[in-house]
């Protein structure tokens, strides 16, 4: 069990160097040995190395996934490996789907299978059960740390020895539950918890719930002729010549801007400044596609739509802390309920 | 985002060419679109074609926030001109 470890990596298009968003549509693509990130990965490995890695474009990987997942397949009958080894994703949500699916077709060969990522990535909020996913932050300097943890779990999960809890082992926990025994009874381990919550000292539940903050569904309006709507849009669209110098990526900040009166959206006029994706359809041909404002107003002149808010808001949706996206999202509530909107059409890019 | 807007009793259709995102986080009521850098319509396709499609999109956002939903829940645009198919995230 102590030969040496053989792994495929799987990286996108950006950490495998092939460009950045313009290179997002990029088809899977197989390169011998490591790529990247993947060379720090491979010395992280000691007598092991990497194989091979996989590589595909972010929007690749989402839109054509079977595309994409049969290339990792094929990469993996070819290459036999011990595990594969997916990402780091960090905060990427693409890329973080992208490794969960490629965990998930290595498992279906039985090869075992791990990422890393942050633990509000997409990839695990979706797929958590099925996943083996180390935790990290959203900064790519975290990236030597990652892979040296990566290289060890896989290292466990090729040595056919029992994987532990979550807690033990410092994956992210997939939500199942499983019976052990214990030398203390229930009642002995909940009286010392609750001894610990009184005296305010630590302790760690045995009962971990998933902190999900979910808001119920508000409830549907009656009839679209007869509501005020309003048109957000995280795709960075601004002004061209974005006086207010919206960013690309992290945005704190989001502006609104006046519709009144357009009935559509020029490039010479607007422009997006997204930098989370290839905004060349936006800036050369239509903005609209980030806000349909002439079906908005085709469909007011039909009454379909009772009347449009004057404003619409913008903010770049690219790497926002959900800290930062709810309070935005707070502020921009707070006027359109004083604006009196009864709905609204929120373009996420 | 979509959901501190509901949280107002304000419903929100998200539009999005990646449904599984939002529907992962738990926002209510979800829209397909085309692709990530053309979210509302699909400039591979004549003026008309592309313009039908974007109706499509919203007259299927239209929908969503006159249905009562109760958890998050996907809207797919109805009758979508066939070549315009290829941007699906599942």
Redesign the interface.
Known sequence: MSSPLRVVHYLNQFFAGLGGEDQANAPAQVKEGPVGPGRVLDSALGKGSVLATVVCGDNYVVEEKDHAVEAMRRALDRYAPDVLIAGPAFDAGRYGLGCAYMCMAAQERGIPAVSAMHPENTGVLTFRRNLLVLPTGTAVSEMPSAMSRLAAFARKLSSGDKLGSAMEEGYLPRGFREPVMHSRTGAERAFDMMMARVLDREFISEVQIPQYDMVPPAPPIRDSGRTKFALVTTGGLVPRGNPDRQVGGRATSFFKYSIGGLTELTTDDWESVHAGFSTAHLNSKDPSYVLPLPVIREFEDRGLIGVVHPHFYSTTGNGTPVTVAKRMAKEIAGELREAEVGAALLVAT | ??????????????????P???L???A??VVR?I???????D?RLSHELD?AV??N???T??RA???????PTLFEPANAPASSE?????
């Open positions: 985002m979509a959901k501190e807007i509901e949280r107002f009793g304000i419903p929100v259709a998200v539009l999005t060419a990646i599984m995102i939002p992962s986080v738990g209510s009521r679109g692709r990530v850098e053309h979210v509302c319509g400039p313009r974007t109706r999109i919203v007259a956002a239209l926030v006159q249905t009562e939903v109760d958890s290829s941007a699906h995230a599942s």
